[in-house]
């Protein structure tokens, strides 16, 4: 089994699930202090806030490694899981089980 596997959720607007609620941080994208960022478009030292990018309702995919807090970030939003699942491999050049995909295929 692969160490990382493809997740794909499915998320509402506004999804309180997926929002980020810090004391007070500045936004990378419109770099005005904000203290409700979007989860889903927030990466590692990259905060983007919910009123330039508001959580978006659609199917959202990365890889993930079971038991760990090892994942990408969230891509999305899709129309459909299949092809939130689709899209996480063709990104990280995988099958839908997260196993390497065989060289020059
Ligand atoms: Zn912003």
């Known amino acids: 089994m692969a160490f990382m596997q493809p997740e794909v959720i499915r998320v509402r607007a506004n999804d ?3 929002l980020l609620v ?3 941080a500045r936004c990378d994208e419109c770099h005005s202090e904000a203290t409700e960022f979007n989860g889903l478009a927030s990466g590692e030292g990259d905060l983007r806030c919910t009123a330039c990018s508001p959580i978006e309702a659609g199917f ?3 890889l993930q ?3 760990y ?7 999305g939003p899709f129309r459909s899981a299949a092809e939130a699942l689709r899209k996480c ?3 990280y050049e995988c099958d839908e089980d997260g196993n390497d995909l ?4």
């Open 69 to 75: 807090m090892d994942a990408t970030d969230w891509t």
């Open 16 to 18: 309180p699930e997926f």
């Open 102 to 105: 065989p060289e020059g295929d």
């Open 65 to 67: 490694a079971p038991g």
């Open 22 to 24: 810090v004391s007070v």
């Open 60 to 62: 959202y995919s990365r």
């Open 89 to 91: 491999c063709e990104q």
